[in-house]
């Protein structure tokens, strides 16, 4: 028998993976039971709803994509490099994590409790809030123009990482967030500069 963590880990995984099927069965707590081949009561031992099981997952992406952010800011110096690392980091996660990204664009949370999609925006507002200080310290360093407004370049940066876990999402996984990132990140970079 799986301890209460691992259980719990082992419900989030599941759940996870059930996302990552395009246009799959709807998810309910049925269906995940039945995927772990357990009682609906012993899902509710670990999680209060099926809502608290989503947050579960938000926890997941939140502690994972910030931990990486932390260690890239720490490392580099130069703005630009992390603000590119950064972006690099948030497509490939959703690259090696197909169902996260359904969360990380909101699409699983539909029907869902509204609180989850509120805190999906306070995950892109600190991603974005992140990149602009990135590129603050790229003003500050010399690296780009003076006159850039970080407030519309880091919204730029972040509206393109959505736009391509967008496009993997609904291309049923298959146009790969990091497809072309290096010709378009000269592209992107072009403009700062």
Sequence with gaps: MAAPGERKFQILQTLAAMLETPGGEKITTAALAARLDVSEAALYRHFASKAQMFEGLIEFIEQSVFGLINKITSSQQNGLSQAEAIVSLLLGFA??????????????????????????????????????????????????????????????????????????????????PSESFTQQWLLLSAGLK
């Design 95 to 176: 690259q090696k994590n197909p169902g996260m990204t359904r969360v990380l664009i909101g699409d699983a949370l539909i029907n869902e409790n509204d609180r989850l999609q509120a805190r999906i925006n306070q995950l892109h507002d600190r991603l974005e809030a992140t990149l602009r200080q990135c590129l603050r310290i790229a003003v500050g360093n010399g690296e780009i123009r003076t006159d850039l407004d970080t407030m519309a370049a880091g919204n730029l940066l972040l509206c393109y990482v959505i736009g391509r876990w967008h496009q993997f999402a609904k291309s049923g996984f298959k146009r790969l």
